[in-house]
Structures are given as C-alpha cells and as structure tokens.
T-cell receptor, first 115, second 113 residues
Framework: DTAVSQTPKYLVTQMGNDKSIKCEQN?????MYWYKQDSKKFLKIMFS???????INETVPNRFSPKSPDKAHLNLHINSLELGDSAVYFC??????????????FGPGTRLLVL | AQTVTQSQPEMSVQEAETVTLSCTYD???????LFWYKQPPSRQMILVIR??????QNATENRFSVNFQKAAKSFSLKISDSQLGDAAMYFC??????????FGKGTRLHILP
C-alpha cells in the first residue's frame, strides 16, 4: 500500500492555466506538507497543515493555494501557471508535532512542466 | 530499499563548543544526494548542507561541515562554535536520481548557554 500518494505524477500544461495536484496519506498522520524541489534537489517548504489547520505558509506567490478537506488530504492548487513554476513538487506527512515522531514521509513527487 | 538512520534522538552542547550529529544510510545505488535539514520550533525546513555522492570532498557551509564516508555509508554533521540559534531538530535526508526522498528520524539539538 502506498503511504503518501500524489496525483498526477507528471503534469504538462500551458502558461496561464490553472491546475491542481492531489496528495493523500493513509498513515493516520496529523501533519502534511508541500515542498518545491529546486534544480539542485533542495526541498523548499511551501505549506504545512496540522489537522487541517495551516501552520506554515512560506513566501510563495498567492497563485498557490493549499486545500485540506480532511487530515488525510492536502491538495495544491495553482492559478495562472508561469514558466518558473516548472519543478518537482513533493507532498509529505509526519505523525506528531513536538515529538521524535516528526520524521517526514514523502510522496513520489509531481513533475510539473509549464510550456 | 534505502534507509536513513540517526541514532541520537537528542544531543546537548555548550554554546561555542563543537558537536557532531551522526547519520548512516543504506543504499545499493552509487548516484545520490545527502542533505542535512534544520527544523526550528517554527517548523520550517531549512537546508543546512548538501553533498553529492560522486564528490569526494566534504561539503562545508560556514560553521557547518560534513564527514562523508561513502564506503561506510556515513554522513555526519559537525557544527562548530555552536550558537543558541542552532537549537532545532536536525534531519538527515537521502535523495536519489529518481527523486525518492527518505528522512531519518531526526536529532533534537539543545544548546546550553
């Protein structure tokens, strides 16, 4: 069974379009994250939700909006896509805040290409 | 399957002293990346240092340096001249060419004034 899943795995779209990436975890974790990976494989955090509440909102364009319908899902919606949005986006989840069980489990990534 | 192990759940160091956080990993691949990330109480994830497996030279970033032993699959982080702002949870992470990402369980670092 996949612990953290993301769909789609690949996304190719035109500039100006609106797209969503879905993330689901079946681990029963409280916290979920969205990261953008840069060309050097760095993970830059974008958002974090704990039990459906936003706890981290880094400086990202407001074209990016996370949505958490329940604690097992954290979707990422992107409006008016730009060329610079092309990257690999990772979803992750972690069990508990404030304990050693904070390690994060990552999805397989969504490779977004904006043309 | 790849694994990342951080055997020290917590460590403490006196301010201005040096501390080393250990990390070992297991992989059958030869091409991969290793990272140390810092997670302060704000819960952001901050990149500390990055090492490419094909590079033999240990990465250094100001007061932070790594001891990368590829044959032993060891990737320890040394923090020199520890500062109060270094207090955080530190994660060792592995990424391969296919973007498989694995984090260790973390080491919570306390800085004693």
């Amino acid at each position: 069974d996949t612990a953290v899943s993301q769909t789609p795995k690949y996304l190719v779209t035109q500039m100006g379009n609106d797209k969503s990436i879905k993330c689901e975890q079946n681990l029963g974790h409280d916290t979920m994250y969205w990261y953008k990976q840069d060309s050097k494989k760095f993970l830059k955090i974008m958002f974090s939700y704990n039990n459906k509440e936003l706890i981290i909102n880094e400086t990202v364009p407001n074209r990016f909006s996370p949505k958490s319908p329940d604690k097992a899902h954290l979707n990422l919606h992107i409006n008016s896509l730009e060329l610079g949005d092309s990257a690999v986006y990772f979803c992750a989840s972690s069990p508990k805040m404030g304990t050693r069980e904070e390690t994060q489990y990552f999805g397989p990534g969504t490779r977004l290409l904006v043309l | 399957a790849q694994t990342v192990t951080q055997s020290q759940p917590e460590m403490s160091v006196q301010e201005a002293e040096t501390v080393t956080l250990s990390c070992t990993y297991d992989t059958s691949e030869s091409d991969y990346y290793l990272f140390w990330y810092k997670q302060p109480p704000s819960r952001q994830m901050i990149l500390v240092i990055r090492q490419e497996a094909y590079k033999q030279q240990n990465a250094t970033e100001n007061r932070f340096s790594v001891n990368f032993q590829k044959a032993a699959k060891s990737f320890s982080l040394k923090i020199s001249d520890s500062q109060l702002g270094d207090a955080a949870m530190y994660f060792c992470a592995y990424t391969n060419r296919d973007d498989k990402i694995i984090f260790g369980k973390g080491t919570r670092l306390h800085i004693l004034p």
